[in-house]
C-alpha cells in the first residue's frame, strides 16, 4: 500500500482546497491526521466528528478532528479487556471510539504501561492498573449524552463507573438498561439471592426484581418470580401478579402495554391490553402485538385451537385465516437502503413494516391467506382481490400520510400494481420478472415501480430509457432521477431529461434539504486512479475519493450546513480528509434540467 508523507499540525490545519470544472463549486480538504501513520478510524453518526487512530513513534494517539489525545499503547476493543487494537497489516478501518448520539462527545480506552486509561473527548479521566483478569463493559452514553458510563472487572469482582462514580462491587458484569430520554439508567446485582440489591440513577435501592427494562415514558419495569409466581413492578411498586406474565409487549411511546397473563397454574391464559382484558383470547396463543405510531391503536395477531389466525384491532375481531404472516416485512431493502443509505437492514417498526399501521395510525396493514393458496392484502380489515400465490405479497406503505401500494398476480395471471384502492393490470407474469421496486415519493403523492423489462413507471406513465438500479424522488416530490440506457448510451436520466453521461455504478443520489442541488456517488476506477468513488454535483464530476474512511465503499454519512455545504470524511490516495463541499450559487437542479437535452 503506498503512502504519502505530509507534516501535520494540529494547532493549524491545513486546507488543501481544489476548485474544479464546474463553474464555482469549492471543494475542500482538511486533513485529519498524520498521512502515512494512519490506521484507521470512528465517524460519529452524523459524519461531522472523526477519531483517527495513528501511530506515533512507537505509541499511538487518537486525533479528536485534528487534535492530537494522549499517547497509548493500544486502543482496548471495545469487546473486553483481554483484546487489544493495534498495528493491522493494512488500513484498520473502524476503530473502538465511540460517539455520542449527537457526535458532540467521543470516547475510548488506552493502554498505558500496566494501567487502563479512559479519554473523553480527548482528555484522559481515569486511569486504573490492568490485572491478569482485567474485564471491560464497553464504554456508552446515553441519548443526549446524559450520562456515560463503563465497567471494570478484575476476575473477582466488577464495578460500573457512572459519570465519573465508582458504583458497588458486583460478582459479574451485569446488563444495565438506560431510558429512551438518557437520563436514567440501572442494573442489579448479580451476587447472593439472599443479599440483592439494585442501583438506579447511581443510587443503590433495595431489589425490586430481574428483567429490567424501561418504557417509552422512562418508566422502569421489573418482574420478580417465586416459585408459583410472577409479579409485574413499575417504578419498584408492585403492579399485578399472575402464575405468568408473558409475552409483554409495548408501543415506543411508552402508551400502551400488552401483557398475555396466566392467572393461575393449570388456568386458560389471556391477552390483556393496558390492563383490559380481552376475551377473544382466552386460552389462545396470541402471537404478536403491534401499535400505531401515535400509541392510540393496537393489533393482536392470535392462532385458534384448530392453528387458523386472525387479527384482532382495537378490540375487535376479524376474520379467520389459513395463515397471516406474523414477522414484520419490509418490501424492497435494496431501494430503503439505497434512498436513506444506510447499510443495516430497514427496522420494521418504523420503516413501513407488514403487519403494522400507516404512518398517520389511520390504517392496519397486513397479509393474509386462504385455502388453495391465494393472498389477500388486508386494509383495516377489508380484502383486496385475490392474488395467486406464486409472488408472495409485500405491501409498501408511504413514509407519511397512509397511502398502501402492492404487486401480486390475479387470478387471471397477470401482474397487478395495487394503489390507494385502484388496481392496475400489466399483463402475463413471468418468472424471474417481475414488477419491483415499488415505491413511494416522500410525502406518498407519487408512487413508482419498474416493470420486467427495466421500464420505470411513474404513477403509471413510462419514463424513458431503461433504468439501471434505483429510483430517487426529491424531497419536495418534484423530481425523480434514475441511472438508464437512454438516446443510446449510459447516462442519469431526471423528469425525462438526460443531466450527464455516467458509464458506473450509482451508490448514492439525493438532493440538498431545499431541494436546489443534486449529487451523485458513483463507484468506477475511471477517470481517477485507485479513487473508485466519485461525487457529482448538479450534474459534473467534482471530486473523487477511495472509501468512506472506514474501509468500507457502502456506508456514507454526510452533514448538510448553511447554504447547501456538503460535508463528509473519506480517504483519497490512502490520506483521510473532511471533505467540504460548496455548489456553485449560479447552478441549481433547474439550471441543470432547462440545459439538459430530452431522453429518448
Known sequence: MRHHSLSFCAASL????????????????????PDGESLGCSISPRGNHVALFAAKGSRYVVYLDGVEGPRIEALLTSAGGSGSFMTPSAWGGKVPVIFSDDGAHSAYMGKVGNDFIVVVDGKEVSRAPM?????????????????FLYGVGDGQGFQIVADGKTGPALHQTPKVVFSPDGAHYAYVSNADPKARWAVVDGRQVNWFGDSLEYTGRNALLSKIATDDAVTLVLNGKPEIKAARLEPMWMSRDGIEIAIVITPKPGEPSFLTVNGKIIPETKGLTVENVYFSPNGKRWAALCVTKTSSRFMIVDGKKQDDYTAITAASVVANANHWRFVTGKAAEPDPLTDGGVPGFTADSSKFVYVASSGGGRQFLIIEGEESNAYQGMLALQPVLSDTGNHVAVVGVAANGNQQVFVDGKTTDYGPYMSGGRIDRLGFSPSGAHYAFVQN???????????????????????????????????????YVMDGKIICDINAVVQRAFFSPDNQHFFLLTRSNVPFRQDGLTLYVDGKPVTHFLDSGVGSMTDFSFEFAAGNVLTFIARTEEKLRRFVITPSADANVSAMLAAAPAAK
Open 14 to 33: 491545513i486546507l488543501l482546497t481544489t476548485i474544479l470544472a464546474h463553474g464555482e463549486v469549492k471543494v475542500q480538504q482538511q486533513p485529519l491526521g
Open 131 to 147: 490485572s491478569s483478569s482485567f474485564d471491560l463493559l464497553p464504554p456508552t452514553f446515553t441519548a443526549g449524552a446524559k450520562h
Open 453 to 491: 423489462n427495466g421500464t420505470l413507471l411513474v404513477d403509471g406513465v413510462i419514463q424513458p430509457g431503461a433504468i439501471n438500479g434505483e429510483f430517487a424522488f426529491s424531497p419536495d416530490d418534484k423530481h425523480i432521477g434514475y441511472q438508464a440506457t437512454a438516446s443510446g448510451h449510459t447516462c
